[in-house]
């Protein structure tokens, strides 16, 4: 289960906070991604980025901002939140696109109050 | 885009029993169908997926099938353990754009021993 590794694996943030979520996967993929995990509702796919270059933005907001400075690491920046935003925040990584199987990583629980 | 529709969002079964979960899309073009499995507080991790080439895959008690026509898939999980117990979901992902990926809601499965 080490694989994919996120931290931190809690975050306690206000709205007018600054925060980065890291992701680092020892796999040797090529593709990575970030989801949103929420109570009674769908993981949502937020970001994917193949070779380092992002490749989709599912209509997410500005506040968050996404950074994969090489094929391993994976960032998620974090600002003025709002409460809504608070979920599970899974980070994945496959090799090739999603049709192949993505290893998620364990997550990070974000409260935003 | 695609809409994955998943049913029962819980399902209860005696172990040795068989379970079935179901899964409709509304995107004729996807091509590609996995499963994942949650455990509680543990991160997803596939366990089975299908590609629109074939109508049927198995893998010791679990298989999955795929109705094209119907625009539907179900996973079939036979002589149920308490070990099964979990959230699973189903995904689909069209030909059109690989970096879409839509999963479904989920379903949790209790096995009773």
């Known amino acids: 289960e080490t694989g994919v590794t996120q931290t931190p694996r809690h975050l306690v943030m206000g709205m007018t906070n600054k925060k980065s979520l890291k992701c680092e996967q020892h796999l040797g993929h090529n593709a990575m991604y970030w989801y949103k995990q929420s109570a009674k509702k769908p993981l949502e796919l937020m970001f994917v980025y193949n070779f380092k270059e992002q490749t989709e933005n599912n209509s997410v907001p500005s506040r968050f901002s996404p950074e994969c400075p090489n094929s391993s690491h994976l960032f998620l920046h974090l600002h003025t939140l709002q409460p809504e935003d608070s979920a599970l925040y899974l980070c994945?990584?496959?090799?090739?696109?999603?049709?192949?199987?993505?290893?998620f990583g364990p997550g990070t629980r974000l409260l935003v109050l | 885009g695609e809409n994955v529709e998943q049913h029962p969002s819980t399902l209860s079964v005696q172990e040795g029993d068989s379970a079935v979960i179901k899964c409709t899309y509304s995107?004729?073009?996807?091509?590609?169908f996995p499963w994942y499995k949650q455990e509680l507080g543990k991160r997803p991790q596939l366990i089975i997926d299908i590609r629109s080439n074939v109508g049927e895959k198995k893998d010791q008690r679990i298989a999955v099938t795929l109705n094209k026509t119907a625009k539907h898939f179900s996973l079939h999980i036979t002589e149920t353990q308490p070990e099964d117990s979990a959230v699973y979901f189903c995904?689909?992902?069209?030909?059109?754009?690989?970096?879409?990926?839509?999963f479904g809601s989920g379903t949790k499965l209790n096995v009773k021993p």
């Open positions: 995904a689909a992902t069209p030909k059109y754009n690989f970096n879409k990926f839509y």
């Open positions: 994945a990584s496959s090799q090739g696109g999603p049709q192949e199987t993505q290893y």
């Open positions: 995107d004729s073009a996807s091509n590609y």
